[in-house]
Nanobody, 121 residues
Framework: QVQLVESGGGLVQPGGSLRLSCAAS??????MGWFRQAPGKEREFLAV????????VYSDSMKGRITMSGDNAKTTVYLQMNSLQPEDTAVYYC????????????????WGQGTQVTVSS
């Protein structure tokens, strides 16, 4: 019954912003993460957050332009994205991990279906 559902993607102009949401159900994981995958490229780590607290950890690729957060009920995580550029166009995925280590795709055992983000004028 583990389910992760992303929402909030869409078409934005360069310089614009989006806030992605991920609703989690079925169980509580140790960590939640955000990844993206552009056409012809491998899935890329963006951010991770522990439900127990602490600050998110960000990839250098979007550091300074994204903010990850979670709600008090520990059921939804968010990814605020600012100053978006065409190279940010990708499918953005929410992921969950039962461990407290690892930033690779393999370290996250549950995945959402992805939400398309397109940055274009």
């Amino acid at each position: 019954q583990v389910q992760l559902v992303e929402s909030g993607g869409g078409l934005v102009q360069p310089g614009g912003s989006l806030r992605l949401s991920c609703a989690a159900s079925g169980r509580t994981f140790t960590r939640m993460g955000w990844f993206r995958q552009a056409p012809g490229k491998e899935r890329e780590f963006l951010a991770v957050l522990r439900w127990t607290g602490g600050s998110p950890v960000y990839s250098d690729s979007m550091k300074g332009r994204i903010t990850m957060s979670g709600d008090n009920a520990k059921t939804t995580v968010y990814l605020q994205m600012n100053s978006l550029q065409p190279e940010d166009t990708a499918v953005y995925y929410c992921a969950a991990s039962g461990t407290n280590w690892g930033l690779s795709r393999a370290a996250f055992e549950s995945w959402g279906q992805g939400t398309q983000v397109t940055v274009s004028s």
